[in-house]
């Protein structure tokens, strides 16, 4: 058995998994409160839009992460149908890579398909408000679009990190949610303990800014990847960091990645 063969087994477990389905429901939904609040504030429409449009896309995803990718890897071990997948010539290091690459190609397909709603959306809003989306970006819409496709793939990297080593799915779920909190919000706590006293109103201890800067450096900044903002309101976007963003998604994804295959090749099976 190869990686694409695994990859593809995963992928239809995922397409097949109920909670899918339900994510897909709480989607339609938020798209339609998208329209129904943008319209609520006529001058505004435009900007509202595109960031709820985003904002639901975000959600979504995550919620497919959290509710549907964590559970794929711990069904085989909860039902041991990891023991006749490893049964067959496939290492321990080639499943965790098949693994999530079913996992990554789920994401792609199912945030391509949301993201076509949300553009659809977008695109009756604009033909009813054409007056208020006088500063509009397709280009930043999607770009936007890519940067969070590329943090839930990063996001399910660090997931399947956890789950090399942790002994249930719920463990691995809450550690995954906690690194999305960090990663969301160190970059600018790290700003904040750096900032001079007199700017804040308090002083930080040395302890507490060795701390931040560890965990500044330790836990993805994911807050790199939403630029929901940039969007909503077609500020420019440079390509220095286009580029560096993305390197840095992908440098980060291959290093949670290999630690996880190189954890779980000395895990041992209940």
């Not at 899918?20 to 900007?47: D, N, Q, S």
């Not at 691995?172 to 706590?189: A, F, N």
């Not at 904040?192 to 330790?218: D, H, N, R």
């Amino acid at each position: 058995m190869t990686l694409w063969p695994l990859a593809l087994i995963t992928f239809k477990e995922g397409i097949r998994n109920k909670a899918l389905y339900g994510i897909t429901l709480i989607a339609l939904m938020l798209f339609g409160a998208t329209a129904l609040i943008a319209t609520m504030i006529p001058r505004e429409v435009g900007k509202v839009s595109i960031d709820m449009a985003l904002s639901t896309i975000s959600f979504t995803g995550l919620l497919l992460v959290f509710f549907v990718g964590i559970n794929l890897m711990a069904k085989d071990l909860d039902k041991r149908t990891i023991y006749t997948v490893l049964s067959r010539p496939i290492s321990r290091s080639q499943y965790i890579f098949g693994k999530f690459l079913g996992m990554a190609l789920l994401i792609i397909v199912t945030m391509s398909a949301l993201s076509l709603m949300a553009m659809s959306a977008i695109v009756l809003l604009k033909a009813t408000h054409a007056e208020f989306f006088g500063r509009f970006s397709w280009s930043l819409i999607t770009l936007a679009i890519l940067f969070n496709i590329l943090m839930l793939i990063l996001l399910s990297a660090i997931s399947f990190f956890f789950a090399s080593f942790t002994t249930s799915s719920f463990i691995t779920l809450v550690l995954t949610i906690i690194t999305y909190i960090i990663g969301q919000s160190i970059s600018s706590v790290k700003a904040l303990v750096e900032s001079s006293p007199q700017e804040i109103g308090i002083t930080v201890s040395p302890v507490t800014l060795k701390m931040v800067k560890a965990a500044y450096y330790l836990f993805p900044n994911l807050s790199l990847f939403d630029i929901k903002l940039q969007a909503a309101h077609a500020l420019t976007v440079t390509s220095s960091f286009v580029m560096w963003t993305i390197v840095y998604g992908l440098v980060y994804i291959a290093l949670a990645i290999t630690l996880a295959a190189l954890i779980f090749r000395k895990k041992e099976f209940p």
